[in-house]
C-alpha cells in the first residue's frame, strides 16, 4: 500500500501551548484511519494542518508526495468535511454540491450529470431547489459529504461529522460512510472522540493524548493490547489494578497489589520488581465462590445492573475500589453481598507499563545525578 | 354570558399594566414626532402675509413652487451628491470594515475606536476644522507652497467634490457599523469550505462572502444616503453655496427666507423621498432591525 499522506515530525504550538508534539505517522492510499481523543487533543489541529488551514511550527506533512507548504488550500486535492457542515446558506442544495465543480470550470452538462450522480447516491434526489436551512440535521450532512465527494479528491478529511446527529442517525451514517469510502476507495481521515465509532469504521486508529499518538494499530490491537493506560481506560470499559511484578515464571507474572497478588500473561519486556498496570474488560473477568491459584483478590458482591444481553455486577475489594465484571444475563450468580473471589486467565489480561513510575525513576537518577 | 363577564374581569388587570407599559413610550412618541410631523405638515398648506406671518389661508401654492426649475435643480445635486459619498462609503468602508471583523489582534479594539471616537466630538466641528485645513490659507496649501509643488495655493474649497468629502467624512461611520457587524457574523469556516473547494480568494469574495454580507451594504447604505440629503452644514461650510442640498433649501427658508410654509412643504418632500427609500430597502429584503445600530 502507497503512503498518500505522510507526517514527520510535526509539532504545533500556538502561544504557550503544545497542541501536537513531534507527530508521525503515514496513511495508506484507500485507507480508513479515525484520530481518535478527548477535546483538546490535537486531534483538529492535526487535520486543519493536513487541510491546510493552519501550518506546522515545525516539522514536514505531504499530501501525495508533496509538501502541503507549496500550495494553497484552494489548490489541493483534498476536500474536507467540516464539523458544523459550512454549507453555504444563500445556496440551494444544488449549487452547494456543484460549487467545487464550478470552481474547476468543469462544463455544465457535465456538472449536472455528476450533481445528480451524487445526490442519487446520498439519498437526497429532490432536494435540488431547497436552501439549507429547509433541511434536516442528516441531510445537511449528507450535502456536506455529497460536496466534498464530488471533487473525487484523493483524501477525505472528516472532522467530527456525525458529531451534531442523534444515535440511531448516527449509527446509520456510521455504516453509510464506511459503504460510500470502499465504493469510491478514497482515503478517510477522520476525527472523533467517540471510541465506539471510532472502533466500527476504521481501518487503523490513532489514540491521541496531549499531543502525542498513543498507540496507532487497528481496532481489534488498540482494544485487545492497549499500549498505554491512557489507551486502555478511554477504549471501551476496563478495570485497571497498579502493582508490582514479583515473579515471573513461563511467561505468566504474579503481582502484588494492594488487596492482593493476581496472575497476568507477561510479554518479555518487563521484568521482575517493575512497577506495571494490570488492564482487564469486565467481560473477561470472572468470579468464583471459592480461591482460585494464583489470585488472592477477596472481595463483596455489590450490586447487579441488568442491562439487557448482559448482566453487570459490580464488587467491592477491601480497600473500597470497585470492580466491574460482565457476566451473560441467565448464568447462576452469587447474591448480593455474599463473598466472591474475582480472577481471569492470565493471557485475558493485558500488562502496562506504568509511566507515572518511569517519570519517579526519571526523577530519582536525576536525583542520584 | 357568565364566561364572558369573567373573561372582561381577567383582562381588565392585563390591559392595565398593559397602558402603564407602552403608555409612556407612546405619549413620548405622541409628543415629540407625531404632533411636530402634523404640525409640520399642516404648516406646508399655509401662506403668509407681506409681513412674513404666517396666516391661515390654505393653499397648494407651496407645493406648486417647489417644481420650479431652479429647485428640480437642486433636488438632482442632492440624489448625485447623496449617491456619490454612499458609493465612496462603500469603496472606503469594506475594506475597513474587513480588516478589523477579521483581525483578531488587540489593533481590532483601536481601529474599533478609531471608528467611534470622531463621534465624541461636534461634527460642526470637524467641519471647520476640515474647512481651515483646506483653505486657501490652509495647513494643506502652507505645505504645498513650502514643498513648491505649486506656486500659488490650490482652491480645493467650495466645490461639489469638497462637499462630497465632508459628507463621505461625517458619513462614513454609518456604514462602517453595520458592514462591520455582518462581516463579524460571517462564519470563518464557510471561507475555509469555499478554499477547500477550489476556489481562489477573489472568487471566494464574489461567490460567499459579498452575497452574505450584502444586508450589511444595504443597510449602511440607506444610513448614508437618508442623512446625506439633510446634513446641510456640510454644504453650507464646506461648499458655500455652490452645492446646496435640500436639506441647505429647509434650513434658509426656515432662517433668512423667513418663509416657514415653504420650507415645511420642502420638509414633507424630504420626508416622503425618504419613506420610499425605506420602502425600497424593504423590498429588496432588508432587515428593518439593522437600521437601528
Given amino acids: ?369 | 354570558m357568565d364566561i364572558e363577564r369573567t373573561q372582561k374581569r381577567r383582562i381588565r388587570p392585563d390591559t392595565l399594566s398593559a397602558i402603564l407599559m407602552v403608555g409612556p413610550v407612546t405619549l413620548v412618541m405622541v409628543l415629540l414626532v407625531a404632533i411636530p410631523l402634523i404640525y409640520v405638515a399642516a404648516m406646508s398648506f399655509c401662506s403668509i402675509d407681506e409681513f412674513y406671518n404666517v396666516t391661515s389661508d390654505l393653499t397648494m401654492d407651496n407645493y406648486v413652487r417647489l417644481m420650479d426649475a431652479d429647485y428640480m435643480r437642486i433636488y438632482a445635486r442632492s440624489l448625485f451628491i447623496a449617491f456619490v459619498t454612499t458609493i465612496l462609503c462603500i469603496l472606503i468602508g469594506y475594506p475597513f470594515s474587513y480588516i478589523i471583523a477579521r483581525t483578531k489582534s488587540r489593533r481590532k479594539k483601536v481601529l474599533y475606536m478609531l471608528v467611534i471616537i470622531p463621534f465624541w466630538t461636534n461634527s460642526l466641528i470637524r467641519i471647520y476644522g476640515w474647512r481651515s485645513f483646506l483653505g486657501t490659507n490652509g495647513w494643506l496649501n502652507s505645505l504645498i507652497i513650502a514643498l513648491h509643488i505649486t506656486d500659488g495655493p490650490i482652491d480645493m474649497l467650495y466645490r461639489n467634490g469638497t462637499t462630497i468629502l465632508g459628507m463621505v467624512y461625517c458619513l462614513i461611520p454609518f456604514m462602517i457599523l453595520p458592514l462591520y457587524t455582518a462581516i463579524e457574523k460571517l462564519d470563518a469556516s464557510l471561507l475555509e469550505a469555499s478554499y477547500d473547494l477550489g476556489a481562489h480568494p477573489a472568487r471566494t469574495f464574489l461567490e460567499v462572502i459579498l452575497p452574505l454580507t450584502s444586508g450589511g451594504i444595504f443597510s449602511g447604505s440607506l444610513m448614508v444616503f437618508i442623512p446625506c440629503l439633510g446634513y446641510f452644514f456640510v454644504s453650507d461650510i464646506l461648499g458655500g453655496g455652490n452645492s446646496d442640498m435640500i436639506g441647505n433649501l429647509i434650513e434658509r427658508q426656515f432662517q433668512s427666507g423667513n418663509n416657514w410654509p415653504l420650507g415645511a412643504a420642502l420638509s414633507i418632500v424630504l420626508i416622503l423621498l425618504t419613506l420610499i427609500l425605506v420602502k425600497i430597502y424593504q423590498r429588496l429584503g432588508g432587515d428593518m432591525d439593522a437600521l437601528g445600530v
Fill in chain 1, 1 to 369: 500500500m502507497k503512503n498518500i499522506v505522510e507526517i514527520e515530525g510535526v509539532n504545533k504550538i500556538y502561544g504557550t501551548n503544545h497542541v501536537v508534539r513531534n507527530m508521525n505517522l503515514s496513511v495508506g492510499e484507500g485507507e480508513f484511519l479515525t484520530l481518535l481523543g478527548s477535546s483538546g487533543c490535537g486531534k483538529t489541529t492535526t487535520l486543519r494542518m493536513i487541510a491546510g488551514f493552519e501550518e506546522p511550527t515545525s516539522g514536514s506533512i505531504r499530501v501525495e508526495g508533496e509538501p502541503i507548504e507549496e500550495k494553497e488550500p484552494y489548490e489541493r486535492n483534498v476536500n474536507t468535511v467540516f464539523q458544523s457542515y459550512a454549507l453555504f446558506p444563500h445556496k440551494t442544495i444544488y449549487d452547494n454540491i456543484a460549487y467545487g465543480l464550478k470552481m474547476k470550470k468543469v462544463p455544465k452538462a457535465e456538472i449536472k450529470e455528476r450533481v445528480a450522480e451524487m445526490m442519487e447516491m446520498v439519498q437526497l434526489g429532490g432536494f435540488e431547489k431547497r436552501y439549507p436551512s429547509q433541511l434536516s440535521g442528516g441531510q445537511k450532512q449528507r450535502v456536506a459529504i455529497a460536496r466534498a465527494l464530488i471533487n473525487r479528491p484523493r483524501v477525505l478529511l472528516l472532522d467530527e461529522p456525525l458529531g451534531a446527529l442523534d444515535l440511531k442517525l448516527r449509527k446509520q451514517m456510521q455504516i453509510e460512510l464506511k459503504r460510500l469510502q470502499k465504493k469510491l476507495n478514497i482515503t478517510f481521515i477522520y476525527v472523533t472522540h467517540d471510541q465506539e465509532e471510532a472502533l466500527t469504521m476504521s481501518d487503523r486508529i490513532a489514540v491521541m493524548h496531549d499531543g502525542v499518538i498513543d498507540q496507532l494499530g487497528t481496532p481489534t490491537e488498540i482494544y485487545e493490547h492497549p499500549a498505554t493506560r491512557f489507551v486502555a481506560t478511554f477504549i471501551g470499559e476496563t478495570n485497571t489494578y497498579d502493582g508490582c511484578i514479583s515473579s515471573i515464571t513461563d511467561g505468566v507474572a504474579v503481582m502484588t497489589l494492594e488487596n492482593g497478588i493476581v496472575s497476568v500473561a507477561c510479554p518479555d519486556d518487563f521484568s521482575i520488581l517493575e512497577y506495571a498496570t494490570v488492564s482487564v474488560r469486565p467481560e473477561k473477568m470472572r468470579f468464583s465462590s471459592s480461591p482460585v491459584e494464583g489470585f488472592g483478590l477477596q472481595a463483596q458482591v455489590k450490586d447487579y445492573i441488568y442491562v439487557g444481553s448482559v448482566l453487570k455486577c459490580i464488587v467491592s475489594l477491601p480497600n473500597g475500589n470497585e470492580l466491574k465484571i460482565e457476566r451473560l444475563a441467565g448464568q447462576e450468580l452469587p447474591p448480593v453481598g455474599s463473598r466472591c473471589y474475582p480472577y481471569w486467565i492470565p493471557s485475558d489480561a493485558v500488562l502496562i507499563h506504568n509511566e507515572s513510575h518511569y517519570i519517579f525513576e526519571a526523577l530519582n537518577d536525576i536525583r542520584l545525578a
